[in-house]
């Protein structure tokens, strides 16, 4: 059923961009006083600071020596976390989410985080600074770091320790910026790639232990971590060892046409089953109704491995592997998502960006109340990787159901070129979820 009352949270370019420059003349990095922040200064539970925890399940117990010397630059620091499990931090939020059915039928799901996890998860957040400079500083916000960090990647503390370092980012600001021509304060210095490798390090040295890590990244994100692998994991046998996945969403990985490896990773392989491990996983959403333009950006190979808009290298695609069915490949049959959605449809991991005042539901009201900060919609849409004009992408099918009290658009819409990035991860969060679990229980073997 489409609400009349209950409108998806689709965004025209112009809105998204005149928001983003809106709030980002309100968060300078001389003004902190509308960025609501939290001290992560005192939060750690023990006075040793961050890698103090050591006895975690799981590894060998000891450090690669490759790390063992290793002298962190910016994160020893507690404040340049977002998230880590020795500390009480945005992460510990309420994940509780109410499953609501095509039909109108609703049941509370209550989140718990594993109490001892065998692996971690080390994640790296999207484009979301909104500061008025070209790069971020470390200040971190809880409505934008810390609000994407817990809806992409929170919930996996049910299969994982979590591991979300704060870098210094090229903002939303930059981004609008270069798509209007606009000067940014601030000029252009800024390297986020040199804080999530000492970011990366600092893990491996302190907290990783010989432990199986999963890596987890959105967009920027997940270019950064892109490069990471390229550059500090591929080459090095000793740290692929380690490696249990790596899920790169929003970006586009180079692979040769009808291959699983030697693309932009020469011993990293595209995962195929829920039992493989040391592999990667990598995708970009759009609608089934509304597919890649020719000046789409996301779903073609790119040269090296940050560059958006790169020439594309010769005889290789962008990886599309399905996270509902990694089985599957491209043009594989449509499988359903397993999604998880905040429970105000306008919401999405841009945090109260142009989000209205008054919430807008998946359940028609007469049919119920949702009271959980998140939904989970399941039948909501199919997904299935496919191949057209080019792009090799995750196209996603709403699935109807005119007769229901249930919404049944899919949010998150921006442009065309866009496509469904905004959910790129919420889409198939259940999915990943599941895989992340069955990928840990093999590593283990």
């Known amino acids: 059923m489409s609400l009349t009352t209950v409108r998806p949270y689709r965004r025209t370019a112009a809105l998204f961009l005149a928001a983003t420059l809106a709030v980002a003349g309100c968060s300078s990095g001389d003004d902190k006083a509308d960025k609501t922040t939290t001290d992560r200064s005192t939060t750690t539970t023990d006075a040793k600071g961050p890698g103090s925890d050591t006895t975690a399940p799981g590894g ?12 962190s630059v910016n994160y020893t620091d507690p404040a340049h976390w977002v998230c880590r499990p020795d500390a009480e931090d945005i992460c510990d939020g309420d994940l509780t989410a109410t499953t609501v059915s095509a039909d109108g039928e609703t049941a509370e799901e209550p989140f718990t985080p594993a109490a001892d996890p065998a692996i971690d998860c080390f994640y790296v957040y999207p484009t979301i600074s909104r500061d008025a400079t070209s790069y971020s500083d470390w200040a971190a916000s809880d409505n934008e770091e810390g609000f994407v960090t817990l809806n992409q990647a929170a919930r996996l503390q049910s299969q994982c320790r979590l591991f979300a370092p704060v870098y210094r980012q090229r903002t939303l600001t930059a981004l609008t910026a270069g798509m209007t021509g606009a000067t940014v304060p601030g000029g252009e210095t800024g390297d986020p790639y040199a804080d999530v490798l000492d970011a990366f390090r600092t893990y491996m040295a302190n907290d990783n232990q010989g432990r199986g890590v999963v890596l987890i990244g959105h967009s920027q994100g997940s270019a950064m971590l892109n490069q990471l692998i390229a550059e500090e994991i591929d080459p090095n046998e000793d740290v692929r060892g380690v490696l249990v996945s790596a899920y790169l969403a929003g970006w586009s990985v180079a692979v040769p046409e009808g291959a699983d490896v030697g693309g932009q990773f020469k011993n990293i392989p595209v995962c195929r089953s829920d039992q493989q491990t040391g592999c990667v996983v990598s ?163």
Request: with cysteine.
């Open 60 to 71: 060998t117990g000891k450090t690669l020596e490759r790390y063992a010397d290793y002298q």
């Open 283 to 445: 995708w970009s959403t759009y609608a089934a109704d509304s597919p890649p333009p020719a000046d789409a950006i996301f779903g073609r190979a790119i040269s090296g491995t940050r560059s958006v808009g790169a020439e594309q290298p010769a005889g290789q695609n962008a990886v599309c592997a399905n996270p509902a069915d990694l089985a599957s490949g491209v043009g594989g049959d449509p499988v359903e998502a397993h999604s998880y959605f905040p429970s105000n449809r306008e919401a999405s991991i841009l945090g109260d960006l142009g989000v209205s005042t008054t919430a807008a539901g998946w359940l028609d009201p007469s049919a119920g109340q949702i009271t959980t900060p998140y939904v989970s919609v399941p039948g909501l849409a199919t997904v299935r990787c496919v191949s057209r004009d080019g792009f090799t992408y995750l196209e996603a099918q709403a699935v109807p159901n005119p007769d229901g009290p249930r919404a049944d658009e899919l949010p998150g819409g921006l442009t065309p070129q866009w496509g469904l990035h905004l959910i790129d991860v919420n889409l198939v969060m259940g999915d990943v979820i599941e895989l992340v679990g069955a990928q840990a229980a093999a590593y283990a073997d």
